[in-house]
């Protein structure tokens, strides 16, 4: 039997992960043979930075009239309700690309026939909130550094995407527009010492604030470590409530904004540091570190500890929440002394999981094994 076209939907009007894994998730179905297209909000530009092989990306007009009869829907990103209920005479599949921390998630986890998750750690997530139509093996993903052009200068980006609600949000990024327009353009070079870097979109879920209000205190101990944070906020709040969890540390500390070669963002630093772990779904950024050559420091929780091997990939380190960053400083102290060097030279077999092949292969039996089943009633 014909495999049918999966129209898959991702309408984001912003970049993060689930968009990069919209992009090498095409990919994978096109490797492995089958057809699909991607509907997009035809006002978001980072689409053309990411690689898509040979899917076509159409922008959304009706949902309903999106999906024909014989083809399957696919939701990456929150649709309206309206949309949900357009494409319900057809099969659903959602990708759960959220874990669920706090009772809340997209409205198209309900309405899904079956959910696709990206982490171990979010299949556990939805298993207590008692969904039940959840595909068992998770997908997790693969380290895509295939973003926009290569650059041998790294500069500051956009700070945040401004939330065109909020009246502060538009006359903050209308002032940052205007400076950068009679400024000269602020490039990176690399500090003395030792460098941990965020590269990551600065969303309210990495939970930043929180981990720096416990790690601050250990650094101002270290003043030989620099900060580096490669990312845009997600809206100017919650930049304001990184600078100021940062601020003792002083000009250690340097915001670069939106970044499109992430490869260089990663060269220039010497360990990746991750958000806290519980809200967390997979970890892009720490896979992307690790493809880089770039070791990674992480909360010794899911989903790092499926994605991270300690000593090898990087190290794990106690939730500092717990213990007030003793075991963060134990391995910053090591690192510093040299006594902890990780042995990147052993990620190969690790990393495999997360080659793109594998992943392919995960996508390609997930999607038979949920086609293969009958639709079940909806009530």
């Known amino acids: 039997m014909a495999r049918p076209t999966v129209v898959q939907f991702n309408t984001s009007p912003s970049l993060g992960g689930a968009e990069v894994y919209t992009a090498f998730f095409s990919r994978a179905l096109i490797e492995r043979g089958w057809r699909t297209r991607v509907v997009v909000d035809p006002a978001a530009a980072f689409w053309n930075d990411l690689d898509f092989g040979a899917a076509a990306r159409v922008s959304l007009t009706s949902p309903g009239a999106a999906v024909q009869a014989d083809e399957v829907a696919l939701v990456h990103a929150p649709l309206p309700g309206a949309a949900i209920d357009a494409l319900s005479r057809h099969r659903v599949i959602g990708v759960a690309h959220q874990a669920i921390y706090d009772g809340s998630y997209p409205a198209y986890y309900d309405r899904a026939d079956t959910l696709l998750a990206v982490s171990q750690h979010v299949i556990d997530s939805l298993s207590r909130s008692r969904f039940a139509r959840v595909h068992p093996t998770p997908l997790l993903g693969v380290a895509d550094l295939a973003r926009g052009e290569a650059t041998t200068t790294l ?95 002083g000009s250690r500390v340097r915001f670069w904004g939106q970044q499109r070669d992430v490869r260089a963002a990663y060269a220039a630093i010497d360990y990746l540091l991750t958000g806290l772990p519980e809200r967390e ?99």
């Open 155 to 249: 500069s500051a980006g956009a700070l945040f995407d401004a939330d065109r609600r909020k009246p502060r949000d538009r006359l903050m990024a209308a002032f940052a527009k205007a400076r950068a327009s009679f400024s000269a353009p602020r490039n990176f070079e690399r500090r003395p010492g030792l460098t941990l870097g965020v590269v990551s979109r600065l969303a309210p879920l990495k939970q930043f604030p929180a981990l720096f209000a416990q790690l601050v205190p250990v650094l101002e101990r270290h003043p030989r470590v620099n900060v580096e944070l490669f990312g845009a906020a997600v809206g100017y709040k919650t930049l304001a409530a990184i600078r100021r969890s940062l601020s003792p540390l």
């Open 281 to 379: 779904a997979l970890g892009l950024n720490a896979l992307e570190a690790c493809l880089a050559g770039t070791p990674v420091l992480a909360v010794a929780a899911p989903p790092f500890t499926e994605t991270l091997v300690d000593g090898v990939t990087g190290y794990l380190y106690n939730d500092p929440r717990n213990d007030g960053a003793a075991d963060f400083e134990r391995v910053l102290d090591g690192i510093e002394t040299g006594a902890l060097r990780p042995r990147m030279d052993l990620a190969s077999p690790h990393l495999t999981a997360f080659s793109f092949a594998s992943f392919a292969d995960r996508v390609d039996h997930a999607l038979d094994e949920v086609l293969s089943r009958p639709r079940a009633a909806r009530v």
